[in-house]
């Protein structure tokens, strides 16, 4: 959902379902759909191809692109992934029940971009066991190392949380909102080390450059942490709405 936006740069983009993208208007928004079959969409048929992977990331591909499509020419309002109307007029019921909220959103993340930034903790794992420790001879100096590479390791954890905070408070500086997402588990994120700060960031496309330069300064500055920003996308973090 979006408005200002000009239809002819629908042309070509992919869309899911066999038919074009289409424009659905009211008042001063408008909604980028497309026709589907329920064979696919439906309920039930929906319920299934959502647990086939391979199915999934064609869709969500298909979908992220047309998002992208239509942020780069208008502030931009994502919908959920598969979220179906039987008609125009149901879309134009949803545009009205939703004006106030669309309005407000679309006012908050216009002319800005999404920024992910990771800070994850450096491979210093080996350093931190390793490092001065009294020799193991009995129980009671295997108990001493055991408390206090413990305590290393707990001053390391603090520290780099630290490090962490003030990267945040750094960045949030040049971002209109941001938001603290739950950390990702490194099986799924193929990150290495743990991971201190997930966070997005609404920025401003007048400082973009800026905001990305501060990433890389900070990045540098601290050799505990390794920070991993990627972007500028459409701010789904700000600006999805869920179908109701």
């Not at 000009?6 to 983009?13: E, M, T, Y």
Request: aromatic share 4%; glycine share 4%.
């Amino acid at each position: 959902m979006c408005r200002r936006l000009d239809p002819a740069v629908l042309q070509g983009v992919p869309a899911l379902g066999d038919a074009p993208l289409d424009v659905v208007v009211q008042h001063d928004l408008m909604a980028v759909v497309s026709t589907v079959s329920l064979a696919v969409f439906g309920e039930e048929a929906l319920r299934r191809n959502l647990e086939d992977i391979a199915w999934l990331e064609e869709t969500a591909r298909v979908h992220d692109e047309v998002v992208r499509a239509v942020s780069r020419c208008a502030p931009t309002a994502p919908m959920r992934l598969a979220t179906i109307c039987f008609d125009d007029a149901v879309v134009r019921a949803r545009l009205r029940e939703w004006y106030v909220d669309l309005a407000h959103v679309l006012d908050r993340i216009e002319g800005c971009s999404e920024w992910s930034v990771k800070v994850l903790t450096a491979p210093t794992d080996q350093a931190i066991d390793d490092g001065a420790a009294p020799a193991v001879t009995n129980g009671a100096d295997y108990l001493r190392r055991k408390k206090l590479l413990a305590e290393r390791r707990s001053a390391h954890d603090s520290s780099v949380a630290e490090a962490a905070g003030r990267i945040h408070d750094a960045l949030v500086l040049l971002a209109r909102a941001s938001r603290i997402l739950p950390a990702q588990d490194p099986r799924l994120s193929g990150h290495r080390g743990t991971m201190v700060l997930n966070a997005a960031y609404l920025v401003p496309d007048q400082e973009r450059a800026a905001f990305a330069a501060l990433v890389e300064q900070l990045g540098t500055h601290d050799d505990r942490v390794v920070v991993d920003s990627r972007g500028p996308w459409p701010p789904y973090s700000f600006a999805m709405l869920e179908a109701r």
